[in-house]
């Protein structure tokens, strides 16, 4: 069974910082780019941003300058450092990893969803 473990959300006032953590387990044996995504109340889901395996970044023009993602290849686990919340980035954030695993006697690739996170930036 394959998870993705999400962890630090929670209340933080406008001007302050969460860290974000997704830890993937499991019968795993590639992940290639990872992201985080986030999706506020009576809006769609959106990216936040994006990791490939090799480094490479995409954000979202609206956290750009103020968030960052990172990954521990080692530990199967991507960051995002949010630094400066303001109250629009209040949403459930979901981790996102495109992973090969195996599961029913099978190799599967796919995108995979974490559970999600509830940050809410409000004084």
């Known amino acids: ?21 997704c830890a993937a387990s499991g019968s795993i044996f590639s992940i ?16 936040v941003a994006a990791i490939t395996s090799g480094g490479s970044t995409n954000y979202a023009d609206s956290v750009k300058g103020r968030f960052t993602i990172s990954r521990d290849n080692a530990k199967n686990t991507v960051y995002l450092q949010m630094n400066s919340l303001k109250p629009e980035d209040t949403a459930v954030y979901y981790c996102n990893a495109d992973m090969t695993y195996y599961s029913g006697s099978r190799w ?16």
Do not use: D
């Open 108 to 123: 599967v690739s796919r995108g995979y969803w974490g559970q999600g996170t509830q940050v809410t930036v409000s004084s």
């Open 32 to 47: 290639n780019a990872m992201g985080w995504y986030r999706q506020a109340p009576g809006k769609q889901r959106e990216l």
């Open 1 to 21: 069974q394959v998870q993705l473990v999400e962890s630090g959300g929670g209340l933080v006032q406008p001007g302050g910082s969460l860290r974000l953590s």
